[in-house]
């Protein structure tokens, strides 16, 4: 960290809505300064006002998360406006549901580019930041999805592949101080829920009942769930945990 700087700074990936905007308001609460960063900067700055309002310090971003020349920008100007990043969160994800008979090329192809290459290209443009500062947390936003989902081919092997870059970043980087975990999040009432159950017909709040009833802690997950899970891996004592993937679903089983 720089001495005119001792704040830490963290950037949070599709940082608009729901998981993202959760996790990037508790990180500004826990005294990051929070880069957010979504395709459409506009979108990202209303959780960046949110942050600004409960006193955090905080820096809207836009980028595409599967370029790599948005990416290396974003990242520059994230390290030259706010500080230099030792935290990532890896959230931003899409949705392109459909039975494998009917999944077109791009409906792979874009949820591949979004997931594992966003997720590739930010943490190797973020990883020089926390080496040089000998202490960083990457986590990975996976999702129960990826012990398999009816209609998700494309989603779960994303979500699944996380799981192992996961592990990997564990592995390369443990000796510089920067751990590297994943979330695998269970029902989450978010908009990207909201979509699935407007896609199948079902009323938002009996898509929430259902799932709920068959959750053993009752109920669904919301977004504050995994930004508290979020915060405790960017902690200062989860240095020792590393690799691992959390499934934040209510229950043992997805």
Known sequence: MSEANSTRVAIVTGGARGIGAATAQRLAADGFAVAVLDLDEASAQGTVDAIKAAGGQGLAVGADVSDAEQVQTAVDRIAAELGAPVVLVNNAGVLRDNMLFKMSDSDWDIVMNVHLRGAFLMSRAAQKHMIEQKWGRIV???????????????YSTAKAGLQGFTKTLAIELGKFGVTANAIAPGFIQTEMTKATADR???????FIKGAGASIPVARVGQPEDIAHLVSFFCSEGAGFISGQVVYAAGGPKA
Not at 140 to 154: E, I, K
């Open 200 to 206: 199948m017909g079902i009323p938002f709040d009996d």
């Open 140 to 154: 990975n936003l996976s999702s129960t999805s990826a012990l398999g989902n009816r209609g998700q081919a494309n």
